[in-house]
Every structure is written in structure tokens, then in C-alpha cells.
């Protein structure tokens, strides 16, 4: 049988040693060109390779599925096919592209392939509804030690159960997109009443989103060892948060405005079969937890993640270095825990993971850790410092798996702040 992820498999499409698009990755996205609509689409190197444009020449006539999922502007239609079918679409990407196998005639390249930097990725799905979670011990003890008790920085309930909240789904955009700084209300320090101002704690959030890919009845759960078959892949994640609306609105009933202004995602979903090789152990539960939520085996993945602040005119500073596999709630157990009580889910929801931050300095996953509240100097390679984000700073986000000789990489997570409107 075919051993896609293999690293011994090579493509006849060139693919630089550090690409995040090895034949082995097979991600999928949405492209359009200045002579095409948007349709669905992977990546092998620097090569976008046009999905419905395949299933025209007949290369996915073997697979019962209809083939006009491909011509969506989103991937919704594709994922809800199934494992059953996008796991032999992803089987037979790799077999047609395989260094094995013959290249295709020109002119049918030339109707397949586009180099990458002549298409616009799109927003890869229409994301129905949008769970933050608070997966990570690292992110609430720092934040916890922060703003309440240092010696009970978690909250009683966290150890027991998968902190969330349903967030909007409307301002999550695509990579690429700017972000304009957001105003709300205020309550600055040694001030009685609040103010209305633009936000003057601008930050970012370094997460990790998964996408489902099935639905399910008001009324139903779906048990913690099924819910990977309900989940298509990962997305990087930039939840991105004004802190200081935050801290004013959110008592009683958590974040809103300073969290809904924009989040920004990779073009690229990478499926869970993608990231296989790189299954890690989360950290041990203490206490136990509930039955429903009991998982076994490895259910964190080994990707390193990564932040950079670009100032305007200036180059790009690695200020933060985590890994998913710190998360101490897994992705099974955020999905039966949203699902316990009869929740509903549909495919092209969505679900971030939280702050992603590890056990170091370098890697706590937001500037509010980083500054430690403002109160430390982020250094950049300039010579330059930050506490928070300022006007025309870029934030660039990376994520990928690494063993060995293969590189599995979501892309870049790109996004501007710009001035309040």
C-alpha cells in the first residue's frame, strides 16, 4: 500500500529543502487567478495545483464523489465528503505527483499548475460557529498570576474541564489582511470612569485552530474517543486582542469587543492524516479527570510554532518559540467537552485552542506574557522595543512539524495593524 506520509517519497514538482509543502503535507485551500473564480486547490513546493481542474482531466474518476465540490468557493462542501473521500483525494494527490510517476502533458499543466506567487489565496472555508478555548496551563498560570492570586492562579473549575466561549465568526479573516486598531471603552489606570479611546494594548494570541467536518444533531455528544473522525485538519491562529477593552468589559460575562474586532488564519487547512508522524503525549491530567473526558494514547502533535513583530520599514524579530504539544486540553477533549450537553456542531465550524504558551519566557504566546503586563521591554533585532503592538507593526506567525527529513508547514500568518478608523 501507498505510504503517503513516507520520506521517501519525492515529487516531480520541485520542492526546496525547507518548503513548508512537502509532497507528504498535501494541504488544502482556495485560489483564484485574474482569468479564474476561486476555487479549491493544495500546494506541493512553490506550486499551487488546481483541484477542479484535475478532477476535469479525469484524475479523480476512480472516487465516488462529485467532483463539483472542487469548483466551491470554500472547502465547506469538500470536507463534509468525509474522511472516506478526502483521504483518497489526498492519497491520490500524492500518487499523480509522485516522483514514480510520468508528468503530466504541458498543456495540461499548464491548465493544473500555477506558481504560487501569481494566485491570491482566499479564505479557505465559511466558518459557521467559532469556540475559543483556554487550553494552554502555561498562558492562565501567567495570566492568573497576573491579574488575581499568584499562589491560586487557576481558577478551581480549570484542571476539571476544558475552558471555552463562543466567540463571532464574522471577523475571522485570511492571512494578508490588514487590521485596523479598535476603539471601545477604557478604564486607565488611577482613572474613576471610563473613557472612550482606541485601544492602547494592542495584542496578539499565538493558537492553533482545528476544522470539523461533520455534523450533528441538537441533543447529541460525541464521545471523546470518536472526535477526530469529526475533525478535517488545523489552521494556524492569530487570536488577535485589545487588552485593555478587555480587562474593562469582560466581568460578568467575558470577552466581546476586545476580542472581536479580527483574528487571522493561515490559507491553509492541513489535515489531521498530514500530521500523523508527529503525535506526542500531552501532559499528565492531575486530578483525573471526568469519564467523558478520558483519552488515551498520543493526542498532542510536535509543531513548532512561531512570532515575529515586524516594525514598518524594519525586518521581522523572532520574539516567541512554542509547540502545540504543550496544550494541556487536547483537541478530543475540547470537542466531546463542547458537545456534552447536546451542542450541536456543523461542518466548517471552527475551534482555537487558546494562548499557546510554554514553560519559557521565550515562549509564552501573547505580548501581555511577553511584557509580563507591560512591565518588561520586548527587545528587537533594530534596537527597537515593544510592550504591545503599535500602529503599522506586521505580525507574522510560522508553524511547522519537523522529523527527520520532512517538514510539514501551514504557511505564514500575516497581518498588519493599522491606525484606528
Known sequence: MFEINSPLNNSWIPVAVDSDFPIQNIPFGVFKTQRSEPRCCTRIGDTIIDLAALAENGYFDDIEMDSSVFYSSTLNDFMSCGKSVTSKVREQIALLFNSQNPEFPNQQKSEILYPADEVLMLMPITVGDYTDFYSSIEHATNVGKMFRDPENALLPNWKHLPVGYHGRSSSIVVSGTDIHRPKGQILPAGVENPIFSPSRLMDFELEMAFITNRSTELGDSIPVENAEEYIFGFTLFNDLSARDIQKWEYVPLGPFLGK??????????ITLEALEPFRVEGPVQVP????????????????NLEVYLQPEDSSPSLICQSNHKYLYWNIAQQLAHQTINGCNINSGDMYASGTISGPTENSFGSMLELSWGGKKDIHLADGQTRKFIQDNDTIIMKA?????????GFGDVITKILPAK
Open 260 to 269: 472581536n474586532f479580527g483574528s487571522v488564519i493561515s490559507p491553509w487547512i
Open 288 to 303: 483525573e479527570v471526568l469519564p467523558y473526558l478520558k483519552t488515551t494514547g498520543k493526542r498532542n502533535f510536535d509543531i
Open 400 to 408: 511547522y512539524a519537523q522529523n527527520g527529513s520532512v517538514r510539514i
